[in-house]
């Protein structure tokens, strides 16, 4: 099955500091990737869509200069969270899509989470 | 609105019995559904995907039913054993997903 990692997948930080999280889709090509968050015994909510070559599509309510999001390549997209402060510790998860996958298939594969704790 | 609702929100069964989990939606113009189990502290594993053209999908003990008119799917996990024990997560594809909160399910021995 098509897998994507993310790395770190833990990571604590000082508060004002920047903090880069990668998610790649290791066995397979991906045009569009997305970003959520999750809290606390919370769903999880779609933060941004990140599409290969052009910029990230945020969702209402995410700054888009707090959260910066670069999708240089079909296996690579990062999440840079910017001066980092404590209430943007969270779970960091991102998801991709299948370029090879047409239509309303839309099956997404998901990381298995970065844990960001900002002190 | 599009939103997607679990109920219920907590769920302890003992082992062997049969699990029911429920997620509804309000805009019945789906892509798909797709269930995925969470760990405490891990991310998501797909369980089934469900096409908007589809009622349902089978694998192992698992089936997901897909009724689009009530707004309406199910997850069926047969015979729970306590490895069952995890958060399901109903995600509904209207062009980006929409989580429900889960249902925290429990399998006692």
């Known amino acids: 099955g098509a897998v994507v990692s993310q790395h770190p997948s833990r990571v604590i930080c000082k508060s004002g500091t920047s903090v880069k999280i990668e998610c790649r889709s290791l066995?397979?090509?991906?045009?569009?990737m997305f970003w959520y968050r999750q809290f606390p015994k919370q769903s999880l909510m779609l933060m941004a869509t990140?599409?290969?070559?052009?910029?990230?599509?945020?969702e209402q309510g995410v700054e888009k200069d707090k959260f910066l999001i670069n999708h240089a390549s079909l296996t690579l997209s990062t999440l840079t969270v910017t001066s980092a402060h404590p209430e943007d510790s969270s779970f960091y998860i991102c998801s991709a899509r299948d370029s090879r996958t047409s239509g309303s298939s839309n099956e997404q594969f998901f990381g298995p989470g970065t844990r960001l704790t900002v002190l | 609105k599009q939103e997607v609702t679990q109920i219920p929100a907590a769920l302890s069964v003992p082992e062997g019995e049969n699990l029911v989990l429920n997620c509804s939606f309000t805009d019945s113009a789906i892509y798909n559904l797709q269930w995925f189990r969470q760990d405490p502290g891990k991310g998501l594993t797909s369980l089934l995907l469900i096409q908007s053209s589809q009622r349902e999908q089978t694998s192992g003990r698992l089936n997901a039913s897909l009724d689009k008119s009530s707004g309406r799917s199910t997850l069926y996990i047969a015979a729970s054993q306590p490895g069952d024990s995890a958060t399901y997560l109903c995600a509904v594809y209207w062009g980006k997903f929409q989580f429900g909160a889960g249902t925290q399910v429990v399998v006692t021995p």
């Open positions: 066995d397979f090509q991906a045009t569009t």
């Open positions: 990140s599409n290969e070559g052009s910029k990230a599509t945020y």
